[in-house]
């Protein structure tokens, strides 16, 4: 609900919407689904850095929560 509720009243500047479609192997699913991985702990590992390094970065008043989606799923029958 809040995802429908933010796309209709949060201005495209302040949001990211994208997608890609892809046909991939086996072997470059594993390495996307990997690297997907290791983006999700980058992104957690520099707001952790960001924090540390600057006690006050995180005064709730000014920050926003924001849900991040990463996704990869086959839309047709899986061949390998």
């Known amino acids: ?3 429908a509720l933010s796309i209709d009243s949060t ?7 994208s997608s890609l479609t892809l046909n ?8 996307i689904k990997l690297r997907a991985a290791e983006f999700r702990a ?7 850095a ?5 006690p006050d970065s995180h005064n709730q008043k000014d920050r926003s ?7 990869f799923f086959n ?3 899986i061949k390998w």
């Open 1 to 3: 609900e809040w995802a």
């Open 42 to 48: 980058e992104i957690l590992d520099f707001l952790k």
């Open 24 to 31: 991939v192997s086996k072997e470059e699913f594993d390495h």
């Open 50 to 54: 960001k924090r540390t390094r600057l």
């Open 65 to 71: 929560l924001y849900c991040l989606n990463i996704q």
């Open 11 to 17: 201005p495209a500047h302040l949001r990211d919407i």
């Open 75 to 77: 839309v047709t029958e």
